[in-house]
């Protein structure tokens, strides 16, 4: 497994996805928000508020998705040792923490011209604030913890223990029936919103990914750079 | 020369074959090998920072080898680490609000689960010149007499393999004594010591010095060459 | 040379266990301990909200619940903070995990310890608080049996942090940011199941679900302060 995934393998990898991933990117980002924003219709209820929703949605999505991300880094990292997994992790967390930032933020405009209030205390909003508070403890673990593997590691044990929280967040709509309002897209039974509106908000989404993709691998090789250069002062150390 | 009346099983061994340890990504030491059968003392010497500790931490079961073989074994089988081993390190794991009575009978209590000997008790502090503080609270203790009270607890529980870091330090000459007289009866017994320290103790011993296995140079390991 | 005296080799890890157990209530309680401290932080906590919301009884009575749980709550992840940090700082935590109960018997034992020492005298004084907060009379057994299920895994999350950063110097305020979201559920159900008792609804599915967060807690809080633990002392 080391032999297959060391730094080198992963900087190929990384090439050749990178223009890609950018591309996409610009594309679906410029395309969605166009649609999101200036072709789409109005809500009969939310009126145009409901534009805020193409940028809020998808962000929460992600502030899960990237999530779970970290959580499978972390897992790989404790079972299998593995040095890139802990980088992944590492590099992962503020990209998340940023997208659950945004869903927050943009809940919370959405949320006073519709629900009168920027926040309420309800299901929803509190797994997704307390997700946010997980993805600063595990950064603040790998900050205080000098020996990086360490600190990767016991990183990677809270994030594991934070999984709990993700099917909170998924459906707390559902066990707790309140403001917030229930799945319309991700359902068993197909969306249950027009189509006019579903796609500015898949291409939003798809856009939000590909900048994951491309945020993840700048900081994968930013870590992966800094742990180069930390070998190399350690050379120096032990040579001098 | 008395017969120990108690002997520890003849054929423990303890086997190190290509051990290497890596930390936070440097190489501790690398290809050592070393195999210690029982009454054998191994006295392990280097420069600081060689891993005299982590190989001691290592060989208690605490740091995970990164590369070779390491087994503790009796008759063949896998030796269970846990009941067969003591280790004394820079910390003496003293409570100061307790006595060095409280404190003797708590550890040999968890250890154990059994209660402490008394007369034990008192032959241990008296080796290490602490029988009249038997009763006093350790946080009055001076740190050369919290470390002969850590330096008791390997006559308190019965254990044969001993795991001592710099087990001299602040010993006057009296005190080095009764210490290296302890070392020798356990010897005698059957036991094993592995000390890391770097006074001379009168007990005949292997030396292991570990700068013999510090890594040529940092690219020798492989994880960290990828990284270059 | 003559040979001293050798102690029978005997061991029994259950004596071991209880014996751990004993310690860590008799430390927590001696000089310096973490109880006394603990439980005078919570009197003095709680009978600062009178001073904050003024002395209206119908308004203490609404808030009591949530004050005292979540009180409670805190003195509980301050007295965390030393949980594996004082042991691993004089070195005795070495011994411990290399005792026959080993490193899951030292979690257990120590989380077993911190609840009886520290966490169940919360509970026992929370019923005189909410005589002082003016809480409701329907609330008292309801407050007593919601902090008897929810305190355990208090503890139990609470040891996953302090696992994580015994090694930490000064790790208590990073302990905080780690333990205080995962404290979320049990402090919402806690509360619910009191306030449900104070509106005459049924508090039973809030203890349910309680009882439920200090289960999972059970499973996951061990495994993880025993690899945080093992993690640490490498």
Not at chain 3, 110 to 115: E, G, I, R
Request: hydrophobic residues 55%.
């Amino acid at each position: 497994m080391h032999r297959f995934a060391n730094p080198a393998q992963f900087n190929r990898l990384a090439d050749s996805v990178m223009p890609w991933a950018f591309s996409v990117m610009v594309l679906t980002l410029a395309s969605g928000l166009y649609f999101a924003l200036f072709d789409s219709p109005a809500d009969y209820q939310q009126g145009e508020s409901v534009r805020i929703m193409y940028m809020h949605v998808p962000a929460a999505w992600m502030g899960m998705f990237v999530y779970m991300v970290m959580a499978v880094a972390s897992f790989t990292a404790l079972v299998w040792r593995h040095p890139l997994a802990l980088i992944a992790g590492k590099a992962a967390a503020p990209i998340g923490a940023m997208f659950t930032a945004l869903a927050l933020i943009t809940g919370a405009l959405w949320g006073k011209p519709m629900w009168g209030t920027y926040w309420v205390w309800d299901g929803r909003l509190t797994s997704v604030l307390v997700q946010f508070f997980l993805y600063l403890g595990y950064m603040a673990l790998w900050q205080a913890v000098e020996d990086d593997e360490k600190a990767g590691r016991a990183a990677s044990i809270l994030a594991l223990v934070g999984v709990v929280n993700i099917p909170i967040i998924k459906f707390s709509v559902d066990w707790w029936n309140t403001l917030h309002q229930p799945a319309s897209v991700m359902r068993l039974d197909g969306p249950t919103i027009h189509s006019d509106m579903l796609w500015p908000l898949l291409l939003v989404a798809v856009g939000y990914q590909a900048y994951f993709v491309v945020a993840f691998i700048w900081r994968m090789r930013l870590e992966i750079n800094l742990r180069k250069l930390s070998v190399m002062r350690m050379n120096e150390v032990a040579g001098g | 020369m008395n017969k120990a009346v108690l002997r520890y099983s003849d054929d423990t061994q303890i086997m190190a074959e290509a051990l290497t340890c890596r930390r936070g990504g440097r190489t501790v030491f690398a290809n050592m090998s070393f195999t210690l059968s029982a009454g054998s003392y191994l006295c392990l010497r280097g420069r600081n920072g060689a891993g005299k500790s982590t190989l001691l931490r290592l060989i208690a079961g605490l740091v995970p080898q990164s590369d070779g073989k390491f087994v503790v074994q009796a008759g063949g089988q896998a030796l269970d680490i846990k009941s067969s081993l003591l280790m004394v390190g820079h910390l003496n794991g003293l409570k100061p609000a307790l006595t060095l009575r409280d404190n003797a009978a708590m550890f040999q209590k968890v250890m154990t689960g059994q209660n402490l000997d008394q007369a034990v008790l008192q032959a241990a502090a008296k080796r290490f010149a602490l029988a009249h503080l038997l009763d006093q609270p350790v946080q009055y203790f001076s740190s050369g007499q919290r470390h002969r009270s850590a330096l008791m607890r390997f006559e308190l529980v019965s254990r044969q393999i001993w795991l001592m870091d710099e087990p001299t330090v602040g010993l006057d000459s009296d005190n080095r004594q009764a210490l290296a007289v302890m070392m020798q009866s356990h010897l005698e017994r059957g036991g094993i010591i592995i000390s890391a320290t770097h006074d001379p103790i009168d007990v005949e011993g292997i030396e292991l010095n570990l700068d013999d296995f510090a890594p040529k140079q940092i690219g020798q390991n492989s994880l960290e060459s990828e990284w270059l | 040379m003559v040979m001293t005296h050798l102690p029978k080799i005997n061991v029994s890890s259950a004596g071991a266990f209880w014996a751990l157990v004993r310690r860590d209530v008799h430390l927590a309680w001696a000089q310096g301990g973490a109880s006394t401290l603990t439980i005078g932080f919570f009197l003095i906590a709680v009978s600062l909200f009178p001073f904050g919301v003024g002395p209206e009884p119908q308004v203490l009575a609404r808030i009591a619940p949530g004050v005292l749980w979540v009180i409670a709550l805190l003195a509980c992840v301050i007295s965390l903070d030393r949980l594996y940090q004082a042991d691993f700082e004089d070195g005795s935590l070495d011994d411990l995990v290399l005792s026959p109960v080993g490193f899951l018997g030292v979690v257990c034992a120590k989380v077993l310890a911190h609840w009886l020492s520290t966490t169940l005298p919360l509970a026992v004084l929370a019923p005189f608080l909410g005589v002082m907060m003016n809480l409701n009379a329907d609330g008292f057994v309801v407050l007593i049996v919601s902090l008897l299920i929810g305190t355990p895994a208090l503890s139990l999350i609470g040891s996953v942090g302090a696992a994580l950063t015994v090694a930490v110097r000064r790790g208590g305020v990073l302990m905080s940011l780690i333990v205080l979201p995962l404290y979320v559920p049990t402090l919402i159900f806690g509360v619910g199941a009191v306030d449900a008792a104070v509106n005459l609804v049924d508090p039973l599915p809030h203890l349910a679900l309680l009882g439920a967060v200090s289960l999972m807690a059970i499973v996951a809080g061990i495994w993880a302060s025993v690899m945080a633990l093992k993690l640490a002392m490498e």
